[in-house]
Antibody
Framework: EEQLLESGGGLVQPGGSLRLSCAAS????????MNWVRQAPGKGLEWVSI????????HYADSIKGRFTISRDNSKNTLYLQMDSLRADDTAVYYC?????????????WGQGTLVTVSS | QSVMTQPPSVSGAPGQRVTISCTGS?????????VHWYRHLPGTAPKLLIF???NRPSGVPDRFSGSRSGTSASLAITGLQVEDEADYYC???????????FGSGTRVTVL
């Protein structure tokens, strides 16, 4: 079964850092681009970042550009999101999601999410 | 504020048909970028319902269908069921933002 499992969320103070992980299983990880998507409390889904299968290309939403870094370790089938200079408005559930090139790059597999709370 | 607008809520009785609109612009849907639709129950993993305007992944019933016209797209749900109660989001790519965008989301309520 194709699965994604996030971890690493928690409570962090404003200005602090956190690294999220997303472990993939059941598919050939390096064949797919991967994304991070978040949902703040009471808000809708917001795309955060994407990384290509080879890790050669990355893109970021303007709201987190310069503060977050997406990366992946294909030998470990794991996606990461390094979050620095965290702000209160970064509080959200963070999901990892697979881009499926066979389905017009839609996000076909999602994890259950990990909660990040930025508060003093 | 999302660059793609959806009605905050729609409702219908069991068995009825409801539609959810997704209004974009010339930098996303209007350019011809694919539109996808997701169902989401908060606290759970979002689920892909429609990809590439009107294609359903295996396992998604044909009660769900998508369409696109100009700078807008729509999701239709026929034969509404209680288990269809959830939040629904459209998604596309935006060339001005150089990234993916989600619609503002629509809560479907079954009366």
């Amino acid at each position: 079964e194709e699965q994604l499992l996030e971890s690493g969320g928690g409570l962090v103070q404003p200005g602090g850092s956190l690294r999220l992980s997303c472990a993939a299983s059941g598919f050939t990880f390096n064949n797919y681009a991967m994304n991070w998507v978040r949902q703040a409390p009471g808000k809708g889904l917001e795309w955060v970042s994407i990384i290509s299968g080879s890790a050669a290309t990355t893109h970021y939403a303007d709201s987190i550009k310069g503060r977050f870094t997406i990366s992946r370790d294909n030998s470990k089938n794991t996606l990461y999101l390094q979050m620095d200079s965290l702000r209160a408005d970064d509080t959200a559930v963070y999901y990892c999601a697979r881009s499926d090139w066979r389905r017009s790059d839609s996000f076909d597999i999602w994890g259950q999410g990990t909660l990040v709370t930025v508060s003093s | 504020q999302s660059v793609m607008t959806q009605p905050p809520s729609v409702s219908g009785a069991p068995g009825q048909r409801v539609t959810i609109s997704c209004t974009g612009s010339s930098s996303n849907i209007g350019t011809g970028y694919d539109v996808h639709w997701y169902r989401h129950l908060p606290g759970t993993a979002p689920k892909l319902l429609i990809f590439g305007h009107n294609n359903r992944p295996s396992g998604v019933p044909d009660r769900f269908s998508g369409s696109r016209s100009g700078t807008s797209a729509s999701l239709a749900i026929t034969g509404l069921q209680v288990e269809d109660e959830a939040d629904y989001y459209c998604q596309s790519y935006d060339s001005s933002l150089s990234g993916y965008v989600f619609g503002s989301g629509t809560r479907v309520t079954v009366l």
